[in-house]
């Protein structure tokens, strides 16, 4: 007797199955019919629930943004002093942190790393859905912060400084697979990414002459 899958069930398999190519083949590589045959669905179902394959790919995006949407930034910073700065320097800790929970975290499937910059090497609406609704609001809470610990700071000094924070986790994500064969790792440990946000975070708060916390 044949099953059938609840209309849920399939938009989510088609979701993960466009994610998962778009991190192993790139953006410009994935066609419809390996979604559908890695989804174990037909063609039509994507017709059917996204309209096309661009439809799909914004539905891809938009689970990925979801969960950087439910963390915000500000919520991390909320109950500290900014004028404080022992609490700067517990602010560049969280901020660091968060954003290593959110790339690295084994509650994702490994896509999600991945997929962020293959959308951000392509121009169109992924890429401005990207921007718009994660990079620049992460950008401007962490730049605010960082003029507040030092207001001498110009905008284009703190933009530097955002991304020297972001660099080094970027990279693991962006690179994965080369990393973890440097490495001999299947997966990053745990104790490895709580020692590289260590190095980040002391570096930044060594910087503008924080307490380390």
């Given amino acids: 007797m044949a099953t059938y899958r609840s209309s849920e069930v399939t938009k989510n398999a088609l979701i993960e199955a466009a994610g998962q190519l778009i991190a192993d083949l790139g953006l410009s590589c994935v066609s419809v019919r390996a979604i559908a045959m890695l989804a174990q669905e037909n063609i039509g179902t994507i017709h059917y629930h996204f309209g096309n394959k661009e439809g799909l790919l914004v539905e891809v995006i938009n689970k990925v943004i979801e969960r950087w949407e439910a963390v915000p930034v500000e919520n991390e910073l909320a109950q500290l002093d900014l004028n404080d700065r022992h609490d ?3 602010a560049i800790r969280r901020i660091i942190e968060r954003m290593s ?3 690295f975290s ?3 499937p490994d896509w999600h790393r991945q997929v962020i910059y293959q959308v951000m090497q392509h121009t169109g609406i992924l890429q401005e859905m990207f921007r718009s609704r994660v990079i620049t609001p992460e950008n401007r809470q962490t730049i605010h912060l960082l003029q507040r ?3 001498s700071l110009s905008y284009e000094q703190a933009y530097a400084h ?3 924070i972001q660099s080094a986790l970027i990279v693991h994500a962006d ?3 080369a990393v973890l064969s ?3 790792m299947a997966d990053y440990s745990r104790e490895y990414i709580a020692y590289m946000e260590n190095i980040l975070i002391s570096q930044k708060q060594k910087f503008f002459d924080l307490p380390l916390v």
């Fill in 175 to 177: 690179y994965q697979n």
């Fill in 182 to 184: 440097e490495l001999s």
């Fill in 149 to 151: 610990i030092d207001p």
């Fill in 101 to 103: 929970r959110l790339i």
């Fill in 106 to 108: 084994s509650e994702a």
């Fill in 88 to 90: 700067q320097a517990v």
């Fill in 162 to 164: 955002t991304l020297t």
